[in-house]
């Protein structure tokens, strides 16, 4: 693990130590669980994105799913 320094200002400060208190973990776990929860939805967003982007590119054409539509109806009395 490394170390490093992070500037905060006072109020983010204290909010991240009543934080850190109520989960019961220091505040470099809280501000490491924080830090990696934001870079998974990053990186959701950057994957939501790209596949907009495809769907944008080359969009579905209703052959494609109307097969799974009927498989996922509830059948008829």
């Known amino acids: ?19 850190a208190k109520r989960q019961k973990v220091n505040r ?9 929860e934001h870079l998974k939805r990053l990186r959701v967003s950057e994957l939501e994105e790209r596949d907009r982007r495809g769907y944008q590119a080359k969009p579905q054409r209703i052959e494609e799913y109307l097969p799974w539509e009927e498989a996922a109806a509830w059948p008829a009395d």
Do not use: G, P, W
Not at 2 to 19: S, W
Not at 28 to 36: D, E, G, K, T, V
């Open 1 to 19: 693990m490394e170390t490093i320094q992070v500037v905060l200002d006072t109020k983010l400060l204290k909010a991240a130590d009543v934080a």
């Open 28 to 36: 470099s776990a809280l501000i490491r669980q924080a830090l990696q």
